[in-house]
């Protein structure tokens, strides 16, 4: 899962309760009640969201009727707003909402939109997409910030408490595609839509009845409850956020709808995406350069190279999530029509990178534990490079896959599973490590920031993989239908492609690993 949820990515609001502060309420099993809470609130939000994400590149070729180019830049511009928005969703908590009202707007958007993706209409499509994508930035950064409040400074249980919520991520997101990709298949798209919806309820209800029980205490509320009820025309400032948040949906849908030039009987012919273009690198860009340089400008010599290594950082986490992110587009169309499905369906094969993140995840944290006692884990530069050297062999292997291929152009399923297991252990090299060192380096006046920045680069990889998964396009160029073998090429192709620019990118982190070693002033 990406950040995931990338997915992966939500331990980056780490933050904590003020210093001396007490854990939450009671405990269950050595930990804040409240985390389990929080656990399956957060579980079945995934759920919705990797459920529905399984569905939804198959939905627009197979029942939208969409070319290939036109889903994956739907998809591609989907994933980049949902992970843009949580940055502004996250300062609303933190200046005003407190997190508790921003979770709760955000999972009743989102369940809204779930429902709405099982209306077969244009208006609901991209409706249902905005909802998603404006509740989204409500939801995650808010829920992994409030786990954070629930330990004091410097509690030891910390980092196993959010392993225990990673998992929660990990298991909604496995689970998801097994089960709504069985009924969207089986039963109907809509049926395995509902799911989702019904998955996200679920959630819902989870945290509503943690915050009605008082389980979390005081964690979550507004910095400044009277602030919230002031009154501003006649209306308080917690309903204009809830206002302003109704207003947008339609720039939302506008985003995702422009370029979709002819829908006839729901189809489509090309999707241009020059908004989004415009959107993030002409607006979005520029705006995070200036305010970097202007941090950089103000911090000392020390901080300031231990800013520049988090921006080297981050450029090699968009790279990796820029071609991990096939996974929801590109590779699950590679699966429907060039892999021989025995025991998954194409949707269902989206599960198998969390499989395996729950399968590996304690592992590899004891692993690293073990090489830190004997001296001789590996500085962050270098696992970035193994991480995505990793990746590359994954991409590799579905590359090679071609010359094993049956008549019809399709592969044993065992090599979707081997190069996803590659891909899955660059993931845990790269991302976990990432966001722990990026709180450690990054100035403490400006953590949050840079917090949000991280977040964005889950944003702009997604663009990059539309782009990247349109090169894979085999329908809606003509009339003239494309054989098994023609669409392998296709796709192996560029997955070979992938893993030679991915190996290239390795030795790029491996040349700049002293530097950054050095500029990280002892920060392993």
Same mark, same amino acid.
Do not use: D
């Given at each position: 899962m990406s950040y995931k949820e990338h997915t992966v990515t939500d331990k980056i609001t780490e933050h904590s309760a003020p210093l001396g502060a007490d854990p939450t309420g009671p405990e269950m099993f050595g930990h804040p009640k409240g985390l389990f809470y929080l656990f399956f609130a957060e579980l079945w939000e995934r759920f919705s969201f990797y459920g529905m994400r399984a569905l939804l590149v198959l939905y627009m070729v197979n029942d939208l009727l969409f070319s290939d180019s036109t889903a994956f830049g739907i998809y591609a511009a989907y994933g980049a707003l949902v992970y843009a928005t949580p940055v502004i969703g996250g300062m609303l908590a933190d200046k005003l909402l407190g @997190? !508790?009202?921003?979770?709760?707007?955000?999972?009743?958007?989102?369940?809204?939109?779930?429902?709405?993706?099982?209306?077969?209409?244009?208006?609901? /499509? @991209?409706?249902?997409?905005?909802?998603?994508?404006?509740?989204?930035? /409500?939801?995650?950064?808010?829920?992994?910030?409030?786990?954070?409040t629930l330990y004091k400074q410097g509690d030891p249980r910390r980092d196993a408490g959010f392993t225990i919520f990673y998992m929660g991520i990990n298991i909604g997101a496995m689970l998801a595609p097994l089960i709504?990709?069985?009924?969207?298949?089986?039963y109907g798209w809509h049926y395995g839509f509902g799911a989702a919806g019904v998955g996200m309820l679920f959630g819902l209800i989870m945290f509503w009845n943690g915050a009605?029980?008082?389980?979390?205490?005081? #964690?979550?509320?507004?910095?400044?409850?009277?602030?919230?009820?002031? #009154?501003?025309a006649g209306v308080s400032r917690g309903n204009?956020?809830?206002?302003?948040?109704?207003?947008?949906?339609?720039?939302?849908?506008?985003l995702l709808f422009q370029g979709i030039l002819d829908l006839p009987g729901l189809g489509a012919t090309t999707f241009d995406g020059h908004l989004i273009d415009y959107a993030m690198y002409y607006a979005l860009l520029p705006a995070i350069a200036i305010i970097l340089f202007i941090n950089l400008v103000r911090v000392d010599r020390v901080e300031r190279? !231990?800013?520049? &290594? &988090?921006?080297?950082?981050?450029? /090699?986490?968009?790279?990796?999530?820029?071609?991990?992110?096939?996974?929801?587009?590109?590779?699950?169309?590679f699966a429907e029509r060039n892999v021989n499905l025995t025991f998954l369906n194409a949707a269902q094969t989206n599960s198998i990178n969390p499989f395996f993140i729950v399968l590996f995840?304690?592992?590899?944290?004891?692993?690293?534990?073990?090489?830190? !006692?004997?001296?001789?884990?590996? @500085?962050?530069?270098?696992?970035?490079?193994?991480?995505?050297?990793?990746?590359?062999?994954?991409f590799m292997i579905f590359a090679w896959s071609a010359n094993f291929a049956d008549a019809d152009g399709k592969v044993s399923i065992w090599f979707l599973i081997l190069g996803y297991l590659f891909i899955t252990t660059g993931e845990l090299f790269i991302s976990p490590v990432g966001l722990s060192k990026v709180t450690e380096l990054s100035p403490k006046k400006i953590v949050s920031f840079i917090m949000g920045i991280w977040f964005l680069s889950s944003s702009f990889a997604h663009h990059i993989a539309g782009i990247i998964a349109k090169l894979t396009s085999v329908s809606g160029s003509g009339d003239e239908e494309v054989s098994g073998m023609q669409s392998l090429l296709v796709y192996t192709s560029v997955f070979e492609?992938?893993?030679?620019?991915?190996?290239? /990118?390795?030795?790029?982190?491996?040349?700049?690993t002293p530097l950054m070693r050095k500029w990280m002033h002892g920060i392993h």
């Open positions: @997190y !508790r009202k921003a979770i709760m707007l955000g999972a009743v958007l989102m369940a809204i939109g779930h429902f709405a993706l099982a209306v077969q209409h244009p208006l609901f /499509f @991209y409706g249902a997409l905005a909802l998603i994508i404006v509740g989204n930035g /409500f939801f995650k950064p808010n829920i992994s910030t409030l786990v954070g709504c990709g069985w009924l969207g298949v089986t009605r029980s008082g389980i979390f205490g005081e #964690k979550g509320l507004p910095p400044n409850p009277e602030v919230v009820k002031e #009154k501003v204009w956020v809830v206002i302003l948040t109704i207003l947008t949906l339609p720039i939302f849908g506008i190279q !231990r800013l520049i &290594v &988090v921006i080297l950082l981050t450029f /090699f986490i968009t790279v990796f999530w820029s071609f991990f992110e096939q996974a929801g587009s590109s590779l699950t169309l995840a304690l592992p590899f944290s004891a692993m690293w534990l073990f090489f830190s !006692r004997m001296h001789m884990n590996p @500085y962050t530069p270098v696992k970035f490079a193994l991480g995505i050297a990793q990746l590359g062999l994954g492609q992938i893993g030679y620019v991915a190996f290239g /990118f390795a030795v790029l982190a491996l040349l700049l």
